[in-house]
């Protein structure tokens, strides 16, 4: 089975700086889907990026990017220009290519707090 | 374009009553999951169904716990006699289960209270 491991219960910044939240897993599956979901107060759900693993780039959008590295099982987020609205849970998510085992699996997660 | 739909927002309910959660996948969307959130954790699979069948039920508790989603209507998690242990947000995601579409987009989660 796979396993996330986020082994940052709490991160801070500095507003308008850059933070990285950590991420490993654990699959013995070569092709498969890495997630970020932010879950602010209110505890919606919200997707900031995904990553498809067979592509070798990394993801990107607007503030937000990873670092995707095969190998080692590793998927940090990076958020530049922190802003207090990124204030929030953040969870890693994992997801088998196909078949029955579509559900996502999550880490523990990361409480971002950011400072003005 | 309504995303998806969950409800009641919260639940409270007595030790050995039933609750029913609700939930509405987005518009043409047939893959519903339920996951459960106990408070300081991440959230846990529970269920996987598409319309009229169970896929996966492989992290839904053996008793008390039912899940459907019929052909017309809501997808419903239903947890018979409940107790405090129950008390957690649960929260439903929808896909559009086609091929290669693979994001799952969340509702805003059920919070239940158990007394």
């Known amino acids: 089975a796979q396993t996330v491991t986020q082994s940052q219960p709490e991160m801070s910044v500095q507003e308008a700086e850059t933070v990285t939240l950590s991420c490993t897993y654990d699959?013995?599956?070569?092709?498969?889907?890495l997630f970020w979901y932010k879950q602010p107060p209110s505890r919606q759900m919200i997707l900031v990026i995904r990553?498809?693993?067979?592509?070798?780039q990394n993801a990107t959008e607007n503030r937000f990017s990873v670092n995707f590295q095969k190998a080692a099982k590793s998927f940090s987020l990076k958020i530049s220009d922190s802003q207090l609205g990124d204030a929030a849970m953040y969870f890693c998510?994992?997801?088998?290519?196909?078949?029955?085992?579509?559900?996502?699996?999550f880490g523990s997660g990361t409480q971002l707090t950011v400072l003005p | 374009n309504a995303g998806v739909m969950q409800n009641p927002r919260h639940l409270v309910r007595r030790r050995g009553q039933e609750a029913r959660l609700r939930c509405s996948p987005m518009?043409?969307?047939?893959?519903v999951y339920w996951y459960r959130q106990l408070p300081e954790e991440g959230l846990k699979f529970m269920v996987y169904?598409?319309?009229?069948?169970?896929?996966?039920e492989s992290g839904m508790p053996k008793e008390r716990f039912s899940a459907e989603f019929p052909k017309e209507g809501p997808s419903i998690l239903r947890i018979q006699q409940v107790v405090r242990g129950d008390s957690a947000a649960y929260f439903c995601?929808?896909?559009?289960?086609?091929?290669?579409?693979?994001?799952?987009?969340f509702g805003a989660g059920t919070r239940l209270s158990v007394l």
């Open positions: 995601a929808s896909s559009p289960g086609i091929q290669g579409i693979y994001i799952q987009y």
């Open positions: 699959t013995s599956e070569s092709d498969y889907y």
């Open positions: 998510a994992y997801r088998s290519p196909s078949g029955s085992a579509r559900q996502l699996t």
């Open positions: 169904l598409q319309k009229e069948n169970i896929i996966d």
């Open positions: 518009k043409g969307h047939s893959h």
């Open positions: 990553q498809e693993a067979y592509k070798q």
